[in-house]
């Protein structure tokens, strides 16, 4: 990767809201055995936490994440054990600015939480770049994020942007062809089908109708896109559109959601 001198920005927004060492544990045993460690030396709990994945130490003027490294096709070898992460408001957007500084990134990976990519500096010290899903995720640290004695509290689950939208359509051609636009789109990561009966009241009469549900599995972020694509694909001239948010999901169910629906990173060099 090649680093090219720039002239210092003035009056544009930061590129980091915040940041934290990550120290990547060998394994899930390992990563219990540090999580472990650094509660005894540090008395307090580790929160946000997830089990066998990844929990972080919040100190005054640090923040400590402790995580296991997933596979990736991108990164054959494994990660350095220690690692500088930032917190981005916006990662397309960041990693546009990473290439226009002649950097490569690598391409933005899905998650439970998030999205994020890495850099490299210089000296060869991996750069997480991380967007959280929601920015309440990344509080700043304060002294009163430690606690004197370990907290036996469970913490709140993770909020998760994930949601189901529901939709009908007059047949199942019709449906079919609406879950293929919408997945080849990104705004859909699984959509379930089932033949329904409808009553309904349109334009003063009611109405009795053989309908086709459409159970979609989407980024409640992307609601806007999906709300034009289905109206501009839909025959009805008032398409039924409820999202449901999800309250929780697995982790492995959420990082394969997360997956599914990242919008592909456009091309290298592309403006």
Same mark, same amino acid.
């Given at each position: 990767?090649?680093? #090219?001198?720039?002239?210092?920005?003035?009056?544009?927004p930061?590129?980091?809201l915040?940041?934290l060492?990550?120290?990547?544990?060998? &394994?899930?045993?390992?990563?219990g055995?540090?999580?472990?460690?650094?509660?005894?030396?540090?008395?307090?709990?580790?929160?946000?936490?997830?089990?066998?994945?990844?929990?972080?130490?919040?100190?005054?003027?640090?923040?400590? *994440?402790i995580?296991?490294?997933?596979?990736s096709?991108e990164?054959?070898?494994?990660?350095?054990?220690?690692?500088l992460?930032?917190?981005?408001?916006?990662?397309a957007?960041?990693?546009?600015?990473?290439?226009?500084?002649?950097?490569?990134p690598?391409?933005p #990976?899905?998650?439970?939480?998030?999205?994020?990519?890495?850099?490299?500096?210089?000296?060869?010290?991996?750069?997480?770049?991380?967007?959280?899903?929601?920015?309440?995720?990344?509080?700043?640290?304060?002294?009163?994020?430690?606690?004197?004695?370990?907290?036996t509290?469970?913490?709140?689950?993770?909020?998760?942007?994930? *949601?189901?939208?529901?939709?009908?359509?007059?047949?199942?051609?019709?449906?079919?062809?609406?879950?293929?636009?919408?997945?080849?789109?990104?705004?859909?990561?699984?959509?379930?089908?089932?033949p329904?009966?409808?009553l309904?009241?349109?334009?003063?009469?009611?109405?009795?109708?053989?309908?086709? #549900?459409?159970?979609?599995?989407?980024?409640?972020?992307?609601? &806007?896109?999906?709300?034009?694509?289905i109206?501009?694909?839909?025959?009805?001239?008032?398409?039924?559109?409820?999202?449901?948010?999800?309250?929780?999901?697995? *982790?492995?169910?959420? #990082?394969?959601? *997360?997956?599914q629906?990242?919008?592909?990173?456009?091309?290298?060099g592309?403006?």
């Open positions: 990767m090649q680093h #090219q001198d720039a002239p210092p920005s003035h009056g544009e930061p590129i980091a915040g940041g060492v990550a120290l990547a544990a060998r &394994d899930r045993q390992d990563w055995i540090l999580i472990q460690f650094y509660r005894d030396l540090l008395r307090q709990e580790p929160h946000p936490f997830q089990v066998d994945r990844y929990g972080e130490f919040q100190l005054p003027g640090l923040r400590l *994440g995580f296991v490294p997933k596979d096709p990164s054959p070898d494994p990660p350095p054990p220690l690692s992460c930032l917190v981005v408001p916006d990662l957007a960041t990693l546009t600015h990473c290439r226009q500084l002649g950097w490569d690598v391409p #990976q899905g998650s439970s939480h998030g999205q994020e990519s890495w850099i490299q500096d210089p000296h060869g010290t991996r750069i997480l770049l991380y967007q959280p899903f929601n920015p309440m995720d990344t509080p700043p640290v304060s002294s009163e994020s430690v606690s004197p004695e370990p907290v509290a469970e913490p709140s689950p993770e909020p998760v942007p994930y *949601g189901v939208v529901l939709t009908t359509a007059p047949s199942r051609p019709v449906a079919l062809e609406l879950g293929h636009a919408l997945l080849e789109a990104k705004l859909a990561a699984c959509i379930n089908l089932f329904v009966h409808s309904y009241t349109w334009q003063g009469e009611t109405q009795s109708e053989e309908e086709w #549900q459409l159970v979609i599995k989407t980024d409640l972020r992307r609601w &806007d896109e999906l709300e034009a694509a109206t501009r694909l839909h025959p009805y001239e008032v398409p039924e559109l409820v999202a449901l948010p999800l309250a929780s999901v697995s *982790g492995a169910y959420g #990082q394969w959601l *997360g997956e629906l990242t919008p592909p990173a456009p091309p290298s592309a403006s």
